[in-house]
């Protein structure tokens, strides 16, 4: 294992999707263009297709094959067949748990031993193709920027990076959960007919300047991440408040809300998965601790 490797799962268990033919097999990723234009008003595409070009670099001698890549206004796509009996696409497949899509995908145990290095690349991999950053994402505070993981589906794979961005000591602001107490709390959406409202994506919030060690290698993402991390900080300083202090703490260093929601009709539905499926949760806390991302 390598960190080029470790990049790689990590891309594949982002947004991953792998086809297995009768003799090959082709193992595609996606790169979700969120917005159009990078926070200065620049076009994404340009600053994804210089990005593909270095990523290629660093990929190719390990796949040793062409990776393609194909790009539309809100997706790039990079992909690259071999043989079943590749090497390294039984190592990949052995890596993924012969998942076919990263809806499915859990990290396997091994990651969780590599190196810090290697566990930071598959971080950033997982990142480059789920990950975002921009204004909007701001927690409460317009300068409290935000890193967002989107994970669409998986619960489990949610709690598997929440815990490997523990081990690397890089606390998760919050998890919006894709379940009806968190996304539809108050009842509005389902009130008004649309009781699915709230099957959307899982995502996962970090503080800008918390997330710095694992970072992007997408250059528009890298240049956001570091502009908006100074911000964050600088407002800090600005109020007298210490930064670590203030962005560094994992959940259970933080308080409780005493808020009480409405039990939700959709609560059983079978979207959720079945240890937690029927529980009414008042917090997104205790969905993560139910579901393994604890102390």
Known sequence: MNNEMAYLIGMICGNGTIRRGDNETNISIEIPHKKQLTENGQDVLIYVKASIADIKNVLEP??????????????????????????????????????????????????????????????????DVTGYITRSGAYIIPYMHRVYLEVPHNWFLVVDICNLLKIINIPV????????????????????????FWKKEHQIKIFANEFLPVGFSISHKVKALHH???????????????????????????????????????????????????????SWKDIAKDLGYAK
Do not use: C
Not at 249 to 257: D, G, N
């Open 62 to 127: 390990l796949v040793g094959t062409n990776i393609n890549f194909v790009q539309s206004k809100n997706v790039t796509t990079l992909s690259f067949t071999k043989r079943n009996e590749d090497l390294l696409i039984r190592e990949i497949l052995r890596l993924i748990g012969n998942s076919v899509s990263h809806e499915n995908i859990r990290i396997h145990s091994e990651v969780f031993n590599y190196s810090e290095d290697m566990k930071k690349q598959f971080l950033r991999g997982f990142a």
């Open 228 to 282: 908006l991390s100074d911000e964050l900080k600088e407002g800090l300083l600005n109020v007298g408040k210490d930064i670590e202090k203030t962005t560094h703490k994992f959940y259970w260093e933080t308080r409780e809300s005493n808020k009480i929601k409405p039990y939700h009709p959709v609560e059983i539905d079978i979207f959720i998965p079945e240890n937690i499926r029927g529980k009414h949760y008042n």
């Open 173 to 196: 602001q919050n998890i919006d959960w894709a379940h009806p107490n968190i996304r539809d709390g108050n009842l509005r959406k389902y009130n008004e007919g649309h009781i699915n």
